[in-house]
């Protein structure tokens, strides 16, 4: 099953995404935040992202989905570093940043992975939530 890590400045945020996430995947989708800094702070931390990472971690891939600014590139930085680790013959699956919305790209993924969805399709559910209009 892919898995999603949530990555957002504010640890309230991220957790609060991700139980969204995780009920909209009716139990079944592995969404684990990365909120904060490592103090409990707001910020990011490379970290925290990599020990979500690890915990969702299920052998068909992980899907980031980031918040805003340093976020994304702590995302970006940790995606780098995976694939650089994957072609050095290291374990772990793939890893990959969706450009989508937090809210609405982590509810779409997570509802796809339940379904056992490959990481593509994960990641292109997440990334189709721009197109849900609310007005």
Do not use: F, N
Not at 11 to 19: F, M
Not at 99 to 120: F, I, K, N, R
Request: no cysteine; net charge negative; aromatic share 0%.
């Amino acid at each position: 099953m892919v898995g999603l890590v949530v990555i957002s400045h504010s640890r309230v945020l991220a957790d609060g995404v991700a139980e969204l996430a995780r009920a909209m995947g009716v139990g079944q989708a592995v969404v684990e935040p990365a909120g904060g800094d490592s103090e409990g702070g707001l910020g990011t931390s490379v970290e925290l992202v990599e020990q979500a990472i690890e915990a969702a971690q299920r052998g068909d891939g992980v899907v980031l989905l980031a918040d805003l600014g340093s976020s994304v590139l702590t995302a970006k930085m940790v995606v780098d570093e995976a694939a650089a680790e994957v072609r050095a013959g290291g374990g772990g699956g793939e890893v990959v940043l969706a450009d989508a919305p937090l809210v609405e790209g982590a509810v779409a993924a997570a509802s796809m992975a339940a379904t056992g969805a490959d990481l593509q399709t994960v990641v292109t559910a997440a990334e189709s939530a721009y197109a849900h209009r609310k007005t």
